[in-house]
């Protein structure tokens, strides 16, 4: 019976210890053509606490997507995909380069040192943007505990274990 409760509680602490991850998913909206260069920023970690210089972007981010809505106002069945709008799209180190047709782009989202996703469009003709999208698991999703606590919350683990102990006793 001992060695189940130790196995209970050993399972239980590595339980809560687990660090969970938030899915957080924005969409900018733009419904407009563009015909030259375009940026903005869509997405900021230091909205949830990222503080630029002491935090590496890849300790705060897991899975991270970004969907981009092109449509060539001019495509059709009759036309060559080849004759099609051409797309440049840089984001820190990613670099995609594609034609504007029919289907949307899912590509990875990469974000800058600042925390910052930063899409620079380049098209060479005409081309309609809708909906740009990005999803990603933010793996920071945790509260600091002030300086004294932890000594007070292991003096109370400490006085925990005294009085099971005394109660086993008894």
Known sequence: MKFLSIAAGIFFLSIFSAANAVQITK????N?????EFHFILADLADYGFVAGKDRVRDWLGDSTIT?????PEFGPGRDPIDAAFLSLF?????????ATNEDWVLDAAFNQNGRLIPYLRVDDDVWLGNI????????????????????????GVVAIGLRRFNVSK
């Not at 990603?136 to 007070?152: A, I, K």
Request: charged residues 30%; aromatic residues 12%; glycine residues 4%.
């Open 32 to 36: 407009k053509i563009v015909d030259s």
């Open 91 to 99: 984001m820190d180190q990613g670099r995609f380069f594609n034609r």
């Open 133 to 156: 999208s990005v999803t990603f698991d933010l793996l920071q999703s945790r509260v600091d505990v002030p300086e004294p606590l932890p000594f007070v919350l292991l003096g109370l």
């Open 27 to 30: 969409v900018e909206s733009f």
């Open 68 to 72: 981009l809505e092109f449509r060539d």
